[in-house]
Nanobody, 127 residues
Framework: VQLQASGGGEVQAGTSLRLSCTASGLTFSNYYMGWFRQAPGKEREFVGAISWGGSATYYVDTVKGRFTISRDNGKNTVYVEMNSLKPEDTAVYYC?????????????????????WGQGTQVTVSS
């Protein structure tokens, strides 16, 4: 299984960036997908998640209203559109996958229980 994240870069505050994460080696629609980030010197932070079909999303308060997660199951790809970027959004961003069958009857989104992780893509926001 591979999760390949891309789209990171250096941008100015207030601008936008879209990250992509393409999966291979798994049945993509059997997985909830999450995005995480880790800033220098800080612990990894859960950013948000999307349900297997894309009809539901969840965001942490720090990004709610600015970030939008979507997915294209035909392309095995999940996206995060990041708008109104702030310097505090600077981090390495990771995508991760957790299998739907392991969360039946339980809350589908959350920061734990991910089976596979991407390699990360750096986002740097300058003021």
């Amino acid at each position: 299984v591979q999760l390949q994240a891309s789209g990171g870069g250096e941008v100015q505050a207030g601008t936008s960036l879209r990250l992509s994460c393409t999966a291979s080696g798994l049945t993509f629609s059997n997985y909830y997908m999450g995005w995480f980030r880790q800033a220098p010197g800080k612990e990894r932070e859960f950013v948000g998640a999307i349900s297997w079909g894309g009809s539901a999303t969840y965001y942490v308060d720090t990004v709610k209203g600015r970030f939008t997660i979507s997915r294209d199951n035909g392309k095995n790809t999940v996206y995060v559109e990041m708008n109104s970027l702030k310097p505090e959004d600077t981090a390495v961003y990771y995508c991760a996958a957790r299998e739907v069958k392991n969360f039946r009857g339980r809350l589908w989104y959350g920061p734990t229980g991910y089976d596979f992780w991407g390699q990360g893509t750096q986002v740097t926001v300058s003021s």
